[in-house]
């Protein structure tokens, strides 16, 4: 199994950035591929973006694409959301994910999940 955490949300302008971190544990971690998704209210839980388990690829949704960044750091066991160029709609709860299959956008293929951290955009 794989328990995460995350952090690094808060309140920004329009236009700043913010980082988000998930801290992930558990012996499977290096090999599940890890997600983003992020949650408003009133509104399903979207995709944002994945990363390979390998790091060697990954995907966006095309409203965040270009604005923002998914990496991670295997050795220190945690994935990254670099979020720049922020707007009022990328205000929601934001999700750090695991999954065993690689390429879904979809919640139901993500097995594991973290606490959620809220980002507020303000205009």
């Known amino acids: 199994q794989v328990q995460l955490v995350e952090s690094g949300g808060g309140l920004v302008q329009a236009g700043g950035s913010l980082r988000l971190s998930c801290a992930a544990s558990?012996?499977?971690?290096?090999?599940?591929?890890m997600g983003w998704f992020r949650q408003a209210p009133g509104k399903e839980r979207e995709f944002v973006a994945a990363?390979?388990?390998?790091?060697?690829?990954?995907y966006y949704d095309d409203s965040v694409k270009g604005r923002f960044t998914i990496s991670r750091d295997n050795a220190k066991n945690t994935v990254y959301l670099q979020m720049n160029s922020l707007k009022p709609e990328d205000t929601a709860v934001y999700y750090c994910?695991?999954?065993?299959?690689?390429?879904?956008?979809?919640?139901?293929?993500?097995?594991?999940w973290g606490q959620g951290t809220q980002v507020t955009v303000s205009s």
């Open positions: 994910a695991g999954s065993a299959a690689w390429g879904s956008r979809s919640v139901y293929e993500y097995r594991y």
């Open positions: 558990g012996p499977t971690f290096r090999y599940t591929h």
């Open positions: 990363i390979r388990w390998s790091g060697d690829s990954t």
